[in-house]
């Protein structure tokens, strides 16, 4: 649970109890997953905590999962963005919403995989026309999100225009897939006098909603070429569209974390990439608390950066190559905490309410031999919290090894962070955790994402194998990576290039 459910447990005491408890728990479920089973954002919710509840997933059921074959869904290019998942009002079915490389958004049905609708947001760009990069071609990365009270599904993408690539953010109508008025919104024409120029930026991370404003996060290509920044972009979801934006001080510090950006319902949490010719601390390398006006204080309790910065940025060793994530761990001091995972391979473990300046973590512990990339997810095990990441773990326990890692912290003045278990994910997926009611049965789930390309199953206690591949007709084809399943409806849902997969149980 976030701040934002103690927060509004607080406001409880000046206001109507019942009200205020319904408000409460629905607060707390919604962190889980998305309201009715529906995944509205990436990793099911704002908290990013890729913890999802699957009532009928058990240890032993996992074991049966297989391909469903009722389920056939082919859609038009290479795939870097979670699938969303939502029911519609008044009716049993449910969408399964995909969009592509291609600039292609779908809506198919969950059950069968039919298409929907289909909307395409104009081409995307050729790598030839970027000045570097290794996406070909460059549409939608970033994950979308869906607003459920107005039934819009908003979308970045990257656009060829007659003159030149165009950043634009796009809102859907869920129920056919066309255009609402007054959008897209042109990024580079409604920042662009802030230094914004759309051929050098990227758009991967995740989009966000925090009192009615979208947000959208951008940062540089693969090559770090031409004169970019971190930029966080607000779009009043009001009729007015009005536009505000904050960037990094210096060069580079791109958020490009899959995960994009996370919210604890009042503010926003932003990690950096590595600046370029930095010689003064400049925004980089860091985890910044932004308010939903997006103003940064500069405050030591609104910004960590490791002390070493500096030679984080001369070997590109990004701290943002993963989003932030928000812990709570009962009997911990502080117990309300910030992790980031960091191309260093450290686990940073930061107090929420001061998050500590420039070398101010409550501890930093070497976890990983390798990068830690991609998205992480966090469950509760017994008196822990525990999170799984893709990256291959430093010291894992009786001699294991393996490209999948997850600690585990615990309670302690300061907390106390260890390796639970390892295992082989056999390539670059950021994982998943299901459960059968939020504790009990959690399953870590990942995808070998340019590896073996095949999903992956673990028991969240102690790693032992639940599903490994499944059978041969259950392989699938090229998984991007970073990518993440996602679990609703009694399935698991993979996508992958020109194809989408269900598994059933």
Same mark, same amino acid.
């Given at each position: 649970m976030s701040l934002a459910w103690f927060a509004r447990g607080r406001e409880c005491l000046a206001g109507l109890f019942t009200l205020c408890l319904v408000t409460a728990v629905f607060a707390a479920e919604s962190e889980v997953q998305g309201t009715q089973g529906a995944v509205l954002e990436h990793h099911g919710n704002a908290g990013r905590s890729g913890m999802f509840v699957l009532p009928s997933l058990t240890f032993e059921r996992a074991h049966n999962l297989h391909r469903d074959p009722s389920f056939r869904a082919d859609v038009e290019g290479p795939i870097y963005a979670q699938p969303l998942y939502w029911r519609v009002p008044g009716s049993a079915q449910a969408l399964l919403v995909v969009a592509s490389e291609q600039n292609q958004v779908y809506a198919l049905d969950a059950?069968?995989?039919?298409?929907?609708?289909k909307t395409s947001l104009g081409p995307p760009v050729p790598r030839s026309a970027l000045p570097c990069g290794n996406i070909d071609p460059l549409g939608i990365t970033g994950t979308?999100?869906?607003d459920e009270r107005s039934q819009t599904l908003y979308v970045a993408a990257l656009v060829r225009g007659q003159d030149a690539a165009k950043h634009r953010v796009f809102a859907l109508a869920l129920k056919n897939g066309s255009v609402l008025p007054g959008w897209p919104i042109d990024i580079e024409g409604a920042v662009g006098s802030k230094g914004f120029r759309s051929a *050098?930026?990227?758009?991967?991370? @995740?989009?966000?909603?925090?009192?009615?404003?979208?947000?959208?996060?951008?940062?540089?290509?693969?090559?770090?070429?031409?004169?970019y920044r971190g930029w966080v972009v607000g779009i009043s979801l009001a009729q007015s569209h009005a536009v505000r934006a904050w960037s990094t001080r210096a060069r580079g510090g791109g958020i490009w974390a899959p995960g994009g950006l996370v919210s604890?319902?009042?503010?926003?949490?932003?990690?950096?990439?590595?600046t370029i010719g930095a010689r003064t601390w400049a925004d980089g390398e860091a985890v910044i608390r932004l308010d939903p006006e997006l103003s940064f204080s500069g405050k030591a309790q609104d910004f960590f950066a490791p002390s070493d910065w500096q030679e984080l940025d001369a070997t590109d060793a990004d701290l943002g190559a993963t989003n932030a994530l928000l812990l709570n *761990?009962?009997?911990?001091?502080? @117990?309300?905490?910030v992790l980031a995972l960091g191309k260093d391979g450290k686990a940073y473990l930061l107090d929420r309410q001061n998050l500590g300046g420039i070398g101010g973590s409550v501890l930093a512990n070497k976890v990983s031999s390798n990068p830690i990339r991609a998205a992480p997810a966090s469950f509760p095990s017994g008196n822990e919290v525990r999170v799984a990441f893709q990256a291959q773990g430093a010291g894992c326990p009786d001699g294991a090894s393996g490209d999948l890692t997850v600690i585990a912290i615990n309670a302690g003045a300061p907390p106390k962070l260890r390796?639970?278990?390892c295992a082989a994910e056999n390539g670059h997926g950021s994982p998943i955790v299901t459960t059968t009611d939020g504790k009990a049965n959690a399953i870590v789930w990942a995808i070998g994402a340019e590896g073996d390309n095949r999903l992956h199953g673990f028991r969240g206690d102690n790693g032992a194998v639940v599903f490994s591949g499944g059978a041969p007709g259950d392989a699938l084809g090229q998984v991007?990576?970073?990518q993440t399943l996602i679990a609703a409806g009694e399935r698991l849902y993979v996508t992958a290039d020109q194809h989408v997969y269900a598994f059933r149980f």
């Open positions: 059950a069968s995989g039919t298409v929907v609708w979308p999100i869906i *050098v930026h990227n758009q991967r991370g @995740a989009l966000t909603i925090l009192n009615d404003t979208l947000f959208v996060p951008y940062g540089g290509h693969f090559g770090d070429c031409g004169d604890d319902g009042r503010s926003l949490y932003a990690v950096t990439g590595n *761990v009962p009997g911990a001091k502080p @117990a309300e905490l390796i639970a278990w991007r990576r970073f």
